[in-house]
């Protein structure tokens, strides 16, 4: 019993120390985002509410806009659907086997936000325990959800007039893209995406998200067969010479 | 303010597409796994999401109001400068930011 008190305690000492740094960040965000809710007219409690059940950070920034628009229901649904489809990817290589217990799995897999996946899926799973996975996520859960309750209710009083707090969101995927290119700089990809969004600027401003990673999906697919075919080509030409 | 109703129901689904898209993968992994297409999706598509994430957030600055876009504009220098001097993610957008509420709070 003390042994097992110990090590959750040791594991939430772990998490924090080589996570604390993120969670301070998502609360600053939270507050952010608590702040926008409000200044878009709704209540104090409705940007905790949407973090806490959902989750996702970018996504919430977005949805609280169309809210305030009052959109149709199915381009909230389109819109999250594209906007989070990346989270495919997460599971392919999330450590959730290190995780014990069907109850702990499913709010592993429910709090798979962006920052959790980089900062678990980057470890060494072996280095793992399930304590530190499920704290790591509590964490940002918590300081994310209860960021935004504090910029829900400093907003609501303190900060009405305040213009320029939808920067936040901006500086947020500008710094995004930077650490995604440093992981992964590979040109096309970004020359593409850039391509894809302004193209959809410029024809279908109103559905901008949508249109660009929908036509940046489809620029994927053919790029995925132009490279299996000319792959193909130089496989053929190599047998033909061997032969 | 939208009615509470439409707001719950927005809510919940975009709640059960995140949980969805969040559990798909780990019921198909050995599917996935063998599929080349969704492979390469998998390795390209986090930055092209990020990036076009990046021009939406950056088409949202207003260059034709009153300030011309030039509180943003400094904001997302800044961010930037930061970020690729420091690499610390929470510093660039509280600098960022920063600069931007007050250029368009006090300053101009």
Redesign the interface.
């Known amino acids: 019993m003390n042994d097992s008190a110990g090590e959750a305690r040791s594991d939430l000492v772990v998490a924090a120390r080589e996570t604390g740094v993120i969670w301070l960040g998502l609360f600053a965000l939270g507050i952010g985002f608590g702040v926008l809710v409000t200044s878009h007219g709704f209540p104090w409690w409705l940007a905790p509410v949407i973090s806490a059940v959902m989750f996702a950070g970018s996504v919430e920034f977005i949805l609280v806009g169309m809210l305030a628009a009052g959109a149709p229901l199915a381009a909230v649904a389109l819109t999250t659907f594209l906007v989070n489809a990346r989270h495919l990817f997460y599971g392919l290589s999330f450590p959730l086997h290190r995780v014990r217990g069907r109850l702990r799995k499913a709010y592993s897999v429910f709090a798979l936000c962006d920052e959790a996946f980089a900062l678990i899926a980057s470890k060494n799973p072996d280095t793992l325990t399930s304590g530190r996975i499920l704290w790591t996520q509590l964490g940002l859960h918590a300081s994310w959800a209860s960021g935004a309750l504090a910029g829900g209710l400093v907003g609501a009083t303190l900060l009405g007039g305040l213009k320029g707090m939808g920067f936040l969101l901006t500086a947020l995927f500008v710094v995004l893209t930077i650490d995604a290119f440093r992981e992964n700089p590979d040109k096309l990809t970004a020359a593409l995406a850039g391509g894809a969004g302004l193209l959809a600027l410029a024809l279908t401003p109103g559905s901008m998200l949508l249109v660009a990673l929908s036509a940046l999906s489809l620029a994927f697919v053919a790029r995925h067969s132009l490279n299996r075919r000319s792959r193909h080509c130089r496989g053929t030409n190599r047998a033909a010479h061997n032969a | 303010?939208?009615d509470a109703g439409?707001?719950a129901?927005?809510?919940a689904?975009?709640?059960a597409?995140?949980?969805a898209?969040?559990?798909?993968?780990?019921g198909m992994?050995a599917l996935?796994?063998e599929s080349?297409?969704?492979h390469?999706?998998?390795?390209?598509?986090?930055?092209?999401?990020?990036?076009?994430?990046?021009?939406?957030?950056?088409?949202?600055?207003d260059f034709a109001g009153g300030q011309h876009g030039v509180?943003?504009g400094a904001?997302?220098m800044v961010?930037?400068a930061f970020?690729?001097w420091r690499r610390?993610?929470?510093l660039?957008?509280?600098a960022?930011?920063a600069v931007?509420?007050v250029?368009?709070?006090l300053a101009l």
């Open positions: 303010m939208p439409y707001i129901a927005a809510l689904i975009g709640v597409i995140t949980v898209l969040r559990a798909i993968p780990f992994k996935v796994r080349a297409l969704l390469d999706l998998g390795r390209w598509m986090p930055l092209g999401a990020v990036t076009i994430l990046a021009v939406y957030g950056l088409a949202t600055i509180p943003e904001g997302v961010t930037i970020h690729v610390n993610a929470v660039s957008i509280a960022g930011t931007c509420l250029l368009a709070n």
